[in-house]
């Protein structure tokens, strides 16, 4: 059974870093490619990035100079590290596997 669970949401001023974690378990960690996904209040689901099996990452354009994917084999974790965040950037954050999501993580940006 894939579980998924997030961390490390918070509020957090413009300008400010965050650094969400998603601990995986019930499947082949290794194998498969986790994504970040995020949802702003009244908008769709939107793919934020992709940590890939062997290793490569993707950044949607839109946070790509300013977020970074990872992952971690030996604990079955991703990151994302957020800098530089906008109000823009306030969303419910989930990871997701396989077809299965976490309960998300809020990240609310604001003064």
């Known amino acids: 059974q894939v579980q998924l669970v997030e961390s490390g949401g918070g509020l957090v001023q413009p300008g400010g870093s965050l650094r969400l974690s998603c601990a995986a378990s019930?499947?082949?960690?290794?194998?498969?490619?986790m994504n970040w996904v995020r949802q702003a209040p009244g908008k769709g689901r939107e793919l934020v990035a992709t940590?890939?099996?062997?290793?490569?990452?993707t950044i949607e354009d839109f946070v790509e100079d300013r977020f970074t994917i990872s992952r971690d084999t030996g604990t079955n974790t991703i990151y994302l590290q957020m800098d530089s965040l906008k109000p823009e950037d306030t969303a419910v954050y989930y990871c997701n596997c396989l077809g299965s999501w976490g309960q998300g993580t809020q990240v609310t940006v604001s003064s």
């Open positions: 940590a890939f099996s062997d290793g490569r990452t």
């Open positions: 019930g499947f082949a960690f290794s194998s498969y490619w």
